[in-house]
């Protein structure tokens, strides 16, 4: 048998008002990145990137993970990578990180970095719109251009952008 619960019925004069609270918490919150994405922080501020190897598919995981996500296992060491790579893929963008409207348009994309056997992170790349419009900039080297060391603070805005290592026309 199914238990009916009754309610509080509405007084004639509470009709059509809504009940308000105002509240202000103080919440106060301490979170860790965890052990991989911290060690990842603290080398960027240092101006290395590091990713994890996994021995089981041969792969280094950028920005690195404690599992590897196609076999499930541990990973198995701390490995320094390359600050190059080659443009996989882009996008001219109109808005900024947190989905506000840009002042002005700017390029990002993947650039899968060298010597990881696939791995590719996301961030700006230095060219003019016009070379994702003609497809210029896809499979072209990059390199990363960092903020001055006194200027890192130990995020993935520590690299500024990544730069076309030739010329593009």
């Known amino acids: ?14 009709e059509g008002k809504v ?3 105002t509240y202000k918490p103080e919440a106060k919150y301490s979170l860790s990145a965890g052990q991989a994405i911290s060690r990842f922080l603290n080398e960027l501020k240092k101006g290395r990137l590091i990713g994890r190897k996994c021995n089981n598919c041969n792969r280094i995981l950028v920005p690195p993970r404690v599992y590897c996500d196609i076999c499930f296992r541990p990973t198995n060491e701390w490995v320094y990578v390359k600050d190059e790579g080659i443009v996989t893929t882009a996008v001219v ?11 002005k348009e700017q390029v ?9 056997n696939g791995a590719g992170i996301f961030h700006r790349i230095n060219v003019y719109p016009k070379f994702v419009m ?14 001055e060391e006194e200027e890192r603070v130990g995020d993935i805005n520590d690299i500024l952008y990544f730069q ?5 026309k």
């Open 164 to 168: 076309p290592v030739e010329e593009l």
């Open 93 to 103: 963008s109109y808005i900024t990180v947190d989905a506000r409207k840009a002042e």
């Open 19 to 21: 009940l308000e609270i």
């Open 134 to 147: 003609n497809r210029k900039i896809f499979g072209k080297k990059v390199k990363a251009v960092w903020k």
């Open 1 to 14: 048998m199914q238990k009916i619960y009754q309610s509080t019925p509405v007084k004639k004069e509470d």
């Open 108 to 116: 990002v994309g993947v650039i899968q970095l060298e010597d990881t």
